[in-house]
């Protein structure tokens, strides 16, 4: 199975009101907008023990997602071992 490749879009001002709205219902009340880093999106900061850093993306296949990677999940070991994998 081919998954479908995702093509990531910059948010406008409302989108980016809207995925403050999403930030906030799953808990987080510290996030900051960025185009500017590999995910362009709105970064959410946990404020306490049981949120995970994370950003909330928009695609245009799927509208807006929340994506963590393995750096954001803090598993830093497992970040280092993928960077050794070889190429798909």
Known sequence: MR???LTQLE?????I????QIAKALGY??????????LWGLYCLPDHAKHR???II????LGFLF?????????H?????ERKLPES
């Open 3 to 5: 998954t479908p490749t």
């Open 11 to 15: 948010m406008s001002e409302a989108d």
């Open 17 to 20: 009101g809207f995925a403050e």
């Open 29 to 38: 009340s510290q996030t900051a907008y960025t185009s500017t880093s590999q």
């Open 53 to 55: 850093h994370g950003c």
């Open 58 to 61: 928009k695609t245009r296949e």
């Open 67 to 75: 994506v963590a990677d393995l750096e954001d999940l803090q598993l």
């Open 77 to 81: 070991a497992l970040a280092e071992q």
